[in-house]
C-alpha cells in the first residue's frame, strides 16, 4: 500500500529512513587511473572495483542506504548481447526486492548510451535505474567521477525518478536513456539529448522539467525476464563515393537486420540500391537511419520503402536504432510492427 504524493509518485507507508539503492560496477573510466593527474583522456579504464569507488565517495551514504556488487570489469566498448541480458536480468531481480528503491549502473561512456536504452525498453518497473559514466578518471584533475556517482545515487533515490524509465546522469544532467547519445571523445559536456535533458541535479537535488513522450519500462512491450538471445544487426555506415563492398559483406554475415547509416535524410547511393534490395530477397530487414545525428528520416521520402520492403529509423541514431531492431525481431513481427516500434518508442 502507498501514498500517492503528487510529482513525486507512490511512497510507501512504512517508509524507511533512507532509500535502499544498489551500485553495480561495470568497468570504464569512472574506474579508470591515469599515470598521474594530468592525465584526462590516457589512463588505464577499468580497474577499479565498485567498492573503491564507492570508499573514495563517503558523503553517498547520507543519500541512501548502498549496497555494491562487481558485475563486469571491462570497457563498454566490449559489451555485447550477452553483457546486455546479464545485465538487464540482475536489475529486474534487484528491482523486485522491498528493500532497492533504484539501482545504479557504472558504466564506461562509449556504449553507455545503448545500455541505457536497451533497460529502458526491457526493465518492467517503475524505480529509477541510473547509468552512470565519467569522462576523466577519479584519479585526474578536476574528474567528473565522483559528482557524477554522487548525482546518479541522488536521482536513484529520489521518488522524483519514479516512473521515468532509465536515465543517464552526467555533467549535472538527467537525460531520458531513450534521447542521449556521446557525441564527444574527450569532454566532460559529451552527452547530450536532441531535446534536450529531462532536468539537472543541483546542490544535491534532482529537477524534472520534462517527462520522457515515448512509452518505456512498464508500458513496453519487452520484458528482459522472457528475452534469452538477441539476433545479430549490423551497421553500414554510408560516405561520398559509397560502393556495396560493405553491404555486400554483411549479407554474407549472419545478421538478420542491417542498419543503414545513410548520408542526410535517409539517402541511399544508386551504386548502393541494388544491394540492399538484395538484402531484403534474402530475409534481412533493411533499416534506413541517417548518420547526421539529429531530425528524422521519413518513410517513402528520400527512398520508396514500402516498394522495397524496407524500414526508417525516424530519429533513432543508427547504433540505439540497433538496439531497438534487436528487440523488435525478438518476438512475432511483421514489417509494420518493425516500422511501428521505431515510431512507438
Ligand atoms: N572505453 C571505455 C569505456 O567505454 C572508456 C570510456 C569511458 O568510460 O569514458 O568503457
Same mark, same amino acid.
Given at each position: 500500500m502507498g501514498i500517492l504524493v503528487p510529482g513525486a509518485g507512490v511512497i510507501g507507508l512504512t517508509a524507511r529512513p533512507k532509500a535502499g539503492v544498489v551500485l553495480i560496477g561495470t568497468g570504464g573510466t569512472i574506474a579508470g587511473r591515469g599515470? =598521474?593527474?594530468?592525465?584526462t583522456s590516457a589512463y588505464d579504464c577499468s580497474v577499479l572495483s565498485i567498492d573503491d569507488i564507492l570508499a573514495d565517495l563517503p558523503a553517498a551514504a547520507s543519500i541512501a542506504d548502498i549496497s555494491a556488487e562487481q558485475l563486469f570489469q571491462s570497457g563498454s566498448e566490449n559489451f555485447g548481447s550477452a553483457q546486455l541480458l546479464q545485465l538487464g536480468k540482475r536489475i529486474s531481480s534487484l528491482l523486485k526486492r522491498d528493500d532497492v528503491d533504484g539501482v545504479v549502473v557504472t558504466h564506461g561512456t562509449d556504449t553507455i548510451d545503448e545500455t541505457a536504452y536497451f533497460l529502458h525498453l526491457t526493465l518492467k518497473s517503475a524505480k529509477p535505474v541510473v547509468v552512470v559514466g565519467a569522462? /576523466?578518471?577519479? =584519479?585526474?584533475? =578536476? =574528474?567528473d567521477g565522483p559528482l557524477n556517482l554522487y548525482n546518479a545515487i541522488v536521482v536513484a533515490a529520489s521518488p522524483l525518478a519514479h516512473g521515468k524509465g532509465t536515465l543517464v546522469v552526467a555533467n549535472d544532467e538527467i537525460h531520458t536513456a531513450r534521447d542521449v547519445v556521446k557525441t564527444s571523445?574527450?569532454? @566532460? *559536456?559529451?552527452f547530450r539529448s536532441p531535446y534536450g535533458p529531462l532536468g539537472y541535479i543541483v546542490e544535491g537535488k534532482p529537477v524534472f522539467? /520534462?517527462?520522457?513522450a515515448r512509452p518505456h519500462t512498464v508500458e513496453s512491450e519487452w520484458s528482459i525476464d522472457e528475452i534469452d538471445v538477441l539476433p545479430e544487426i549490423g551497421i553500414v555506415y554510408a560516405h561520398g563515393g559509397m560502393n556495396d563492398s560493405m553491404v555486400r559483406a554483411m549479407l554474407d554475415s549472419g545478421v538478420k537486420a542491417l542498419i543503414y547509416a545513410a548520408t542526410g535524410n535517409g539517402n541511399v547511393a544508386t551504386s548502393v540500391v541494388a544491394s540492399l534490395v538484395d538484402a531484403r530477397a534474402r530475409g534481412i530487414h533493411v533499416v534506413r537511419g541517417s548518420r547526421t545525428g539529429g531530425g528524422m528520416v521519413i518513410r517513402n521520402?528520400? @527512398?520508396p520503402d514500402d516498394h522495397y520492403d524496407w524500414l526508417v529509423t525516424d530519429d533513432q541514431v543508427p547504433h540505439k536504432a540497433r538496439i531497438l531492431m534487436m528487440l523488435a525481431l525478438t518476438? *512475432?513481427?511483421n514489417a509494420r510492427t518493425l516500422q511501428n516500434a521505431f515510431l512507438t518508442y
Open positions: 599515470a =598521474s593527474p594530468v592525465n569522462m /576523466r578518471p577519479p =584519479s585526474a584533475l =578536476s =574528474s571523445t574527450f569532454k @566532460q *559536456e559529451a522539467y /520534462r517527462l520522457p521520402a528520400a @527512398q518476438g *512475432e513481427h
